[in-house]
């Protein structure tokens, strides 16, 4: 279950939308161990999941997500930011100017 909460914060589905697109997405299946015609958690069980860990003040769901963003930092599994300088000529050719962009590779 938490590989699908996984799924839902990097996507930014509701439990409904998720159940669909678990349904939709082979990649989402794949990733999930899931294979054709198995059962799909619907969005009230993945509902229910999160309540469960989150019940009693536990704050289950940060701890797992803290947790996760850890042993993927240790394992170098994902390239957090890379920066890389462009230069770019401006209209007067003899001046150029250097630009900035980051991205995040999740």
């Known amino acids: ?3 699908i909460l996984i799924i839902q914060f990097y996507h930014g589905l509701s439990d409904e939308s998720t159940e669909i697109q678990i349904g939709d997405r082979i990649s989402f299946q794949s990733f999930l161990d899931l294979q054709m015609g198995d059962d799909i958690p619907d969005g009230n069980t993945i509902w229910d999941f999160k309540e469960l860990i989150e019940k009693g003040g536990r704050d289950g769901s940060n701890k797992l997500f ?11 599994l994902i390239e957090k930011e890379s920066s890389v300088k462009v230069p770019q000529k401006d209209s007067d050719a003899s001046r150029t100017e250097e630009s900035e962009t980051t991205q995040c590779f999740l």
């Not at 803290?66 to 240790?74: G, L, M, R, Y």
């Open 1 to 3: 279950m938490f590989k």
């Open 66 to 76: 803290v947790k996760f963003h850890e042993i993927i930092d240790q394992q170098n």
